[in-house]
């Protein structure tokens, strides 16, 4: 296992349309987390899953997002009826609950434009 | 609620230079800290981290140690070299919240040979 591993890297979308993010955490990694980076600030806090339950949303996900682990595996982030204030890069994240304030390891992220 | 602040950028040092970067956090219990950085065309890597007061975090020639008494996390690095230009980010996770990492606002890092 190589780490965190996000599908596509790159999308570029129409207004109004709707996008699919992937995100394979690694394997025994039970916590997963998305989070979203606009230019030039840190990361902001999207939604936490742990195993398949997600445990927290952050007032930012509106609903036009919604987030699934199904398996608690792999997870998917989507967006409805995109806007350009949408554009980002959606980070993923997982970590191991076996030692108390473990890091998290983050993939190389999807950039989204909407154009 | 719980917040990061660092120093802003972009900081500019000459190869060797002494290099600090402020953190200061807000937090409503005891947090761990991080620093995490991001190279050019990267993902996130965690650079160091300390879990509780007085803990010393290193890694690659950089250090910070975590003051309660200031609610600091400074980064500090005796001699930079070019291959630490990066964004940098001050980050901490409360123990009641899951291990959610909350982020300061990154502060880019350029050295010059």
């Known amino acids: 296992d190589t780490g965190v591993s996000q599908n596509p890297r790159h999308k570029i979308t129409k207004r109004g349309q709707n996008v699919t993010f992937r995100c394979d955490p690694i394997s025994e990694h039970n916590r997963l987390y998305w989070y979203r980076q606009t230019l030039g600030q840190g990361p902001e806090f999207l939604t936490y899953?742990?195993?398949?339950?997600?445990?927290?949303k952050s007032r930012l996900l509106s609903d036009r997002f919604s987030a699934e682990r199904p398996k608690g595996s792999f997870s998917t982030l989507e967006i409805q009826r995109t806007e350009q204030g949408d554009s980002a890069m959606y980070l993923c994240a997982s970590s191991s609950p076996r030692t108390m304030n473990t890091e998290a390891f983050f993939g190389q992220g999807t950039r989204l434009t909407v154009v | 609620g719980n917040s990061v602040t660092q120093m802003e950028g972009p900081v500019t040092l000459s190869e060797e230079a002494f290099l600090t970067i402020n953190c200061t956090y807000t937090?409503?219990?005891?947090?761990?800290l991080f620093w995490y950085v991001q190279y050019p065309g990267e993902g996130l890597q965690l650079l160091l981290k300390?879990?509780?007061?007085?803990d010393k975090g290193s890694n690659k020639g950089f250090e910070a140690t975590y003051r309660k008494e200031t609610t600091s996390f400074h980064l500090e690095k005796g001699s930079v070299q070019v291959s630490d230009s990066a964004v940098y980010f001050c980050a901490l996770s409360e123990k009641s919240s899951a291990s959610k990492i909350i982020f300061g606002s990154g502060t880019r890092l350029s050295i010059r040979p």
């Open positions: 899953f742990q195993n398949e339950a997600q445990l927290e």
């Open positions: 300390a879990t509780k007061a007085d």
């Open positions: 937090a409503t219990g005891y947090p761990s």
